[in-house]
């Protein structure tokens, strides 16, 4: 169960409430995602108590423009607690829009030493993006929202006495998690290297242009950023062109360099657009890389309907069925078996939250793992790839947020 608004949160829910009076009278528009967090929400919302799921306010410090696209939020805690996250990880962010509390994941970017003790995350606003378009746009110093996570396991674990060797690849807004991931590992890893290789369109739109070549300065010999523009200013000595499989072979090649032979084998974590991360498969693939050394996020759901699990062989093929009909599922465990009706298409998430059922989820795109409900009876098609290891699926887990029943189908909710 979420605490109650302590005196220093009530204060600031105040001075906002003193602020939008002020931005009235002065006819400035109004942040319209202002979040407040009373637990009779948290009641209403139906969220458990798992510390996963229990929304937490922060606040924003800072707004950072990093490109025409895209902002950088510093956030704090206002109680002065600090954030527990592992870099790569994400947090969900909850922001009311017309009425609706709307969930949607972002990178933390900052790395485990913030001295704040706050976290940053960065956000590039996607074409009609609801939420990106409305951060990028409005949020101000002094805003609330509500997060939950910090979750994800694309993740790296700094240790002192570890001699990685770091190769990070990422496009676009994709250079989020990876940002962390550097930072932390180059000053938590004397002995480590970190070498990253960056797609972008054009100069302007990359983001942490300036703090990636201070990095590279602070750390000079340990960290080296390779740049690659589909289009670029005159001079440029950097890659040129969009990254095809050939081209991103030879970048990769190119980026091996001098390579000390004493470090561990590459480890290589990928984040970008769905193109550049097939794109980068191939290229590892062609130079020979375990699976088990290749680590992806994906920012946006698959969508597509590839891994068809039932109760009886979950995880396994289930045949060419489809969830274009509706079906009965039956919600058991917190669900207390109510049966509702998921439509056609609709996911089990979807459905369960359509009929006021309290089903406990966080990003809704397949990447945390909080909406895992285990597969009694029926079969379901899953949206690959996810979140949900080898062992999680023999166990008979599906994660309610990617998957759509098949048949008539029975979970059980934790
Ligand atoms: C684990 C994870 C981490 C993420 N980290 C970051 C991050 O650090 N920074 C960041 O900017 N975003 C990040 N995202 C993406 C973010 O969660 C939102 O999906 C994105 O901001 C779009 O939300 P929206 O409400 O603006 O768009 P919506 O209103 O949901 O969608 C508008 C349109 O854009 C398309 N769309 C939605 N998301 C994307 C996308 N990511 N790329 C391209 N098209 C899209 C939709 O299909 C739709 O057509 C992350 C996503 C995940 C799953
Ligand atoms: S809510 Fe995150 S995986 Fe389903």
């Not at 204060?11 to 995602?33: C, E, Q």
């Not at 993740?155 to 807004?173: E, N, W």
Request: hydrophobic share 40%; glycine share 10%; proline share 7%.
């Amino acid at each position: 169960m979420a605490p109650w608004p302590s005196v220093s949160a009530r204060l600031d829910t105040f001075r906002r409430d003193l602020s939008t009076v002020a931005n009235d009278v002065l006819g400035r528009p109004r942040t319209s995602f202002e979040w407040r967090v009373p637990l009779a929400r948290h009641l209403a919302m139906g969220l458990p108590r798992r510390a996963l799921l229990t929304p937490r306010t922060v606040r924003i410090e800072r707004v950072i423009r990093e490109t025409e696209e895209a902002v950088t939020l510093h956030l704090v805690d206002p109680e002065g607690s600090p954030f527990v996250f592992l870099p790569g990880q994400f947090l969900t962010l909850l922001v009311e829009l017309e009425g609706e509390t709307l969930r949607r994941a972002y990178s933390i970017c900052s790395g485990l030493d913030e001295p704040t003790g706050g976290v940053a995350v960065t956000v590039k606003r996607v074409p009609n993006g609801r939420v990106s378009s409305l951060l990028v746009t409005q949020a101000r110093p002094g805003d609330l929202l509500g997060v939950l996570g910090p979750s994800g396991n694309f993740t790296v674990s700094p240790d002192a006495a570890r001699r990685r060797d770091l190769v990070l690849i990422g496009g676009g807004s994709g250079i989020t998690p990876l940002f962390s991931m550097a930072q932390s590992v180059l000053a938590r890893e004397p002995a480590s290297t970190v070498r990253l290789l960056f797609a972008n369109r054009s100069w302007d739109e990359i983001i942490f242009r300036a703090a990636l070549e201070s990095l590279e300065e602070t750390y000079s010999g340990r960290f080296t950023v390779r740049h690659v523009l589909e289009s670029a200013p005159e001079g440029w000595q950097g890659g040129l062109g969009r990254l095809d499989v050939e081209g991103c072979t030879a970048e990769l090649e190119g980026l091996a360099g001098a390579i000390d032979e004493t470090l561990e084998p590459p480890e290589f974590f990928v984040c970008g657009p769905e193109g550049l991360m097939a794109v980068v498969r191939d290229a590892l693939r062609a130079l020979r890389v375990p699976a088990s050394r290749i680590h992806e996020e994906r920012f946006a759901s698959p969508g597509q309907l590839t891994s068809p699990a039932s109760s009886s062989s979950p995880g396994q093929s289930a045949g060419s069925t489809t969830a274009s009909a509706p079906q009965p599922l039956t919600l058991g465990g917190r669900g207390q078996g109510r049966t509702v009706v998921a439509s056609a298409g609709q996911t089990l998430l979807e459905a369960g939250l359509g009929a006021g059922v309290a089903m406990p989820f966080s990003c809704a795109v397949g990447g945390c793992g909080a909406c895992k409900v285990r597969l009694v009876l029926g079969s379901v098609e899953m949206e690959e790839p996810n979140c949900l290891s080898s062992e999680e699926r023999a166990r008979g887990f599906v994660l309610a947020c990617a998957s759509r029943a098949t048949s008539a189908v029975t979970v059980e909710v934790p």
